[in-house]
T-cell receptor, first 115, second 110 residues
Framework: DGGITQSPKYLFRKEGQNVTLSCEQN?????MYWYRQDPGQGLRLIYY???????QKGDIAEGYSVSREKKESFPLTVTSAQKNPTAFYLC??????????????FGSGTRLTVV | EDKVVQSPLSLVVHEGDTVTLNCSYE??????LLWYKQEKKAPTFLFML????IEKKSGRLSSILDKKELFSILNITATQTGDSAVYLC??????????FGAGTILRVKS
């Protein structure tokens, strides 16, 4: 079955450590996205990528980094520079049709907790 | 700055009630408005609206878009406990991403 897989589901990090969240899709989607979700704040865009080896900052990119070496994969690294990383992280993907998005397919999310 | 505002932020109703969730937006190059339901993990797609005044229905859920007044509503009739979730509104611009509202938390009590 086609889909988008995030791992791990739960992640605990000590302050000062970098951690990497995995996102893999087998939908042959061009574009991939990382969102952060905090209670009462909806989804905020961290980074997105429309093509391999290219990505753009979203609204809250500080303290995060990404790579897009393969079409299927878009890992997110939460660095020690991110001041408040405890949150629920969602990865999404879609195809772009002449720049029009028909909606996302979401992964199941990773809940990151700093201890 | 592009903005999507949902109201109310949270809502508690009893089974059988009808609820209306609101979404207003200010974006450039509007292409479509989407509604998602999020229970615990991944948001699941409900509706995509592109034209004003055309109601979309799926069972007890329906939604309509007003492009002149820049808002959409999501109606749920005869609510059930399984409708308890966060409902997210998002707007797609011509380009490359969705802009999300903060969501409405709906709790249906039995």
């Amino acid at each position: 079955d086609g889909g988008i897989t995030q791992s791990p589901k739960y992640l605990f990090r000590k302050e000062g450590q970098n951690v990497t969240l995995s996102c893999e899709q087998n939908l042959n989607h061009d574009a991939m996205y990382w969102y952060r979700q905090d209670p009462g704040q909806g989804l905020r865009l961290i980074y997105y990528s429309q093509i391999v080896n290219d990505f753009q900052k979203g609204d809250i990119a500080e303290g995060y980094s990404v790579s897009r070496e393969k079409k299927e994969s878009f890992p997110l690294t939460v660095t020690s520079a991110q001041k408040n990383p405890t949150a629920f992280y969602l990865c999404a993907s879609t195809n772009l049709d002449r720049g029009f998005i028909y909606g996302y397919t979401f992964g199941s999310g990773t809940r990151l907790t700093v201890v | 700055e592009d903005k999507v505002v949902q109201s109310p932020l949270s809502l508690v109703v009893h089974e059988g009630d009808t609820v209306t969730l609101n979404c207003s937006y200010e974006v450039t190059n509007f292409r479509s408005l989407l509604w998602y339901k999020q229970e615990k993990k991944a948001p699941t797609f409900l509706f995509m609206l592109t034209s004003s005044g055309i109601e979309k229905k799926s069972g007890r859920l329906s939604s309509i878009l007003d492009k002149k007044e820049l808002f959409s509503i999501l109606n749920i009739t005869a609510t059930q406990t399984g409708d308890s979730a966060v409902y997210l509104c998002a707007v797609a611009e011509y380009g490359n991403k969705l802009v999300f509202g903060a969501g409405t938390i709906l709790r249906v009590k039995s």
